[in-house]
């Protein structure tokens, strides 16, 4: 009757840390799936301002510097799994002057050049996938430095 317990304690313990393995197994392709997603968005708004499609892109991107309000939101289903991206874009400063750089040291230089951050931030989680018990909402955050030049008209 002992040997009867500890067969089937010792089953529940290799059924709960297979259970587990698969989690991770799934934390892991979700992770990779959002990196996609990320590096995907990153490389529509890298592309958007070198060829200023759709019209008017580089100047959005360009008079856009904000670290709290996304420039772009949007979501993508991958299988049973839901990803909410979202875009920031912000102005890299020069610590010295207080000045975007790309403009020069003094900000005169060349007034019509700026390096910005893209930063995507994909988050997600799906209660209704079984493989996602236990783990919760997920983010991924990823970053790309491009030069922006823009002339007035």
Excluded: C
Aim: without cysteine; glycine residues 10%; negative net charge.
């Amino acid at each position: 009757m002992v040997a009867i317990g500890l067969i089937a304690i010792a089953l529940m313990a290799m059924i709960g840390h297979s259970t587990l393995l698969m989690g991770a197994a799934q934390k892991g392709d979700d992770t990779s799936v959002a990196a996609g997603v990320a590096r995907s968005q990153l490389d529509k708004v890298a592309q958007g301002v070198l060829l200023d499609q759709p019209p008017g892109q580089r100047q959005t991107v360009w008079n856009h510097d904000d670290a709290t309000v996304p420039f772009l939101t949007l979501k993508e289903t991958v299988g049973n799994t839901d990803y909410d991206a979202q875009i920031f874009i912000t102005d890299v400063v020069n610590t010295g002057t207080g000045l975007p750089l790309g403009t020069g040291p003094s900000g005169v230089e060349n007034p019509k050049t700026r390096l910005k951050q893209i930063e995507a931030t994909v988050s997600w989680w799906d209660s209704r996938n079984q493989e996602h018990v236990g783990y919760g909402k997920l983010e991924l955050r990823a970053a790309r430095l491009i030069k922006v030049s823009y002339e007035a008209p």
